[in-house]
């Protein structure tokens, strides 16, 4: 009897045991997520089959999500930025249940420019004060302001100079872009419209800039003022960057890395070297005197084999006479030329002109020859 009433009060305790472990089961809430992000500018949107497992799904009735406590932009489907705790309610088992979700939205978007000038022509004598304003916008969901880098910018000189345009908006995502500032100088001069006079007394660098058909000449005839300092020019640059590029994967030897912009005083200081080491008249071959470099344009390159020297081996040199008309440039000092241009050849020397590059190369002349102007000697 007494071994009878054990048993019958251990199968009494399971029993109490199993029933109380089933109730708290039931009663177990069983969100596997909790947390949920949304970028701003989108509709809140959650389903019970993203809250629960497909398991649990089975057993899930009455399924409610409060989200009164959302706040939406004014005259918007889509919620203010910020954090939000709703309520879910659901029955599981029969039994209700009352739990909560975390709600973040977000914004992560950057600005986008709906209007975008790449190059701006300001008046010379300008400052920094220039109202940039008519030739940039930008859009986004929240308020936009755009700020403009002009350090590189010289008002008091003519040239191309890079300005950095950066649009930034209410929760501090920006989009940087350059563009080119180009204070305004006389655009265009005719090799008709210089006197003899003129051409033939060029061993001052010239005040003004010397362009034909559109084409800054530089050259032994024609020189740069020794303030003109645009630095690279930022489209030449993209382009011979992109024809490196385009070399490498070819499998061609060539190094990321060239000769580009030159300041005055660095070609000075470069050509006096040459001088010291060669005297003046070999130097004039293959040195430009400072204010008569190409370089100082920054639209000038000097190509760089893979192994750090000047690009003269056969496949790239035969590469680049061939292709770089595509990317905008010419190879300004070619071979047998050197009456012409003033320099020995230089396979690896680049100018970039544009959309006029296509019409040099088909023509097989140089620069000179192509516009009709002076060239040679100093």
Not at 83 to 101: D, L, M
Not at 136 to 157: C, G, H, P, R, W
Request: aromatic share 12%.
């Amino acid at each position: 009897m007494k071994k009878k009433r054990i048993i019958i009060g251990a199968v009494s305790s399971m029993l109490v045991l199993t029933v109380s472990a089933g109730i708290w089961y039931l009663n177990q809430t069983c969100l596997i997520y909790h947390d949920f992000n949304f970028e701003y500018g989108k509709p809140i949107s959650i389903t019970k089959e993203d809250i629960f497992t497909q398991e649990d799904l089975k057993r899930i009735k009455d399924f409610k999500i409060d989200l009164s406590d959302i706040k939406n932009e004014k005259d918007k489907e889509y919620p203010e930025v910020g954090n939000y705790e709703c309520k879910v309610t659901y029955s599981k088992w029969f039994i209700p249940h009352t739990s909560s979700i975390q709600i973040q939205v977000e914004d992560t978007t950057k600005p986008k420019f709906s209007k975008f000038s790449d190059v701006v022509e300001i008046p010379l004598g300008s400052d920094q004060n220039y109202d940039f304003s008519s030739y940039f916008l930008a859009e986004d969901l929240s308020e936009t302001s755009i700020q403009y880098k002009m350090e590189k910018v010289d008002f008091l000189n003519p040239g191309d100079y890079r300005m950095m345009i950066i649009a930034s908006d209410t929760y501090g995502n920006s989009i940087e872009k350059e563009c080119i500032v180009r204070v305004q100088y006389e655009k265009e001069t005719s090799s008709q419209n210089k006197s003899a006079e003129n051409e033939e007394d060029q061993s001052v660098v010239s005040s003004d800039l010397y362009y034909v058909q559109g084409i800054m000449v530089v050259n032994k005839k024609h020189g740069l003022p020794a303030n003109y300092a645009p630095q690279e020019n930022a489209e030449a640059g993209a382009k011979i960057r992109q024809l490196i590029a385009d070399m490498q994967s070819q499998g061609y030897a060539i190094s990321s890395s060239y000769s580009g912009y030159r300041s005055y005083s660095y070609q000075s200081s470069l050509y006096n070297n040459y001088v010291n080491s060669y005297g003046q008249a070999q130097a004039d071959r293959f040195s430009a005197r400072p204010g008569y470099s190409e370089h100082q344009t920054g639209l000038a390159f000097d190509l760089k084999h893979s192994n750090g020297t000047l690009v003269e081996t056969t496949p790239e040199v035969n590469w680049i006479a061939a292709h770089a008309h595509e990317y905008g440039f010419i190879v300004r000092y070619p071979s047998g030329k050197e009456s012409v241009t003033g320099y020995m050849p230089e396979p690896w020397h680049l100018r970039y002109v544009g959309d006029q590059a296509s019409a040099i190369y088909a023509s097989g002349l140089t620069l000179e020859e192509y516009l009709g102007i002076s060239g040679g000697g100093y």
